[in-house]
């Protein structure tokens, strides 16, 4: 079973620039998440979909981060314009709607360096 | 969701037995235990999860005591390999519930 895909792995960019993270959830999958891991911390809940619609942004910071799921598959997280404590590795994971949580997958994650 | 407490750091040698302790003093009925493991680099990785009493696998055991107040995963013989973050996550998920994060153990495995 191929795993989350996200790209890029790495990226850095000068702050008040724009960035776009993607992530490929597995196959059937309903539901997806992406979470913030800022060095030292356990990763942080951004957002969650439910096919194409969100169920919970309420920690996602909607003046400069959105994301959107087409077609309930792949997922883009944006942030416009960057902040420097927006450094941290990004993180999308996938599960099905049911069962328990050993259902999850992450993927390896995109490191953001904002300078 | 019930909060946990789990050490900040471990160090162990090369073929040691590691038990890492959580404890989630607040845990409701219906809630479960699973421990997630992440390699540098990597997203976490689910190892095990548990109700009570203890469960096993090929990686690691569960051991949950009567009142479910804390729990300890134990990894048997730990290599070098071993060395990542250990996550302790209590709630009573299901496919579409979040999973909530600390800022779990760090193993660190010494040849």
């Known amino acids: 079973e191929a795993g989350v895909a996200q790209s890029p792995r790495y990226k850095i960019i000068e702050k008040r620039q724009s960035v776009a993270f993607w992530c490929n959830p597995i196959?059937?999958?309903?539901?997806l998440y992406w979470y913030q891991q800022i060095l030292g911390q356990g990763p942080k809940l951004l957002i969650q979909f439910q096919n194409n619609g969100v169920v919970d942004d309420s920690q996602l910071p909607k003046d400069r981060f959105s994301a959107e799921r087409l077609k309930g598959v792949d997922s883009t997280l944006k942030i416009q314009p960057a902040k420097l404590e927006d450094s941290a590795v990004y993180l999308c994971?996938?599960?099905?709607?049911?069962?328990?949580?050993?259902?999850?997958?992450f993927g390896s994650g995109t490191r953001l360096t904002v300078v | 969701l019930a909060k946990t407490t789990q050490p900040i750091s471990m160090d162990s040698y090369e073929g040691q037995e590691v038990n890492i302790t959580c404890s989630h003093n607040n845990i409701a009925t219906n809630d479960y235990i699973t421990w997630y493991q992440q390699f540098p680099s990597q997203g976490p990785r689910f190892i095990i999860q548990?109700?009570?009493t203890k469960v096993k696998n090929e990686v690691a055991s569960l051991f949950i005591p009567a009142d479910r107040k804390s729990s300890t995963l134990s990894l048997p013989r730990v290599s070098l390999s071993d060395t990542a973050v250990y996550y302790c996550l209590v709630g009573g998920y299901s496919g579409n519930t979040p999973l909530v994060f600390g800022k779990g153990t760090r193993l660190s495995v010494i040849a």
């Open positions: 196959s059937g999958h309903a539901t």
């Open positions: 548990g109700y009570k």
């Open positions: 994971a996938s599960s099905l709607s049911t069962g328990r949580n050993y259902g999850y997958t």
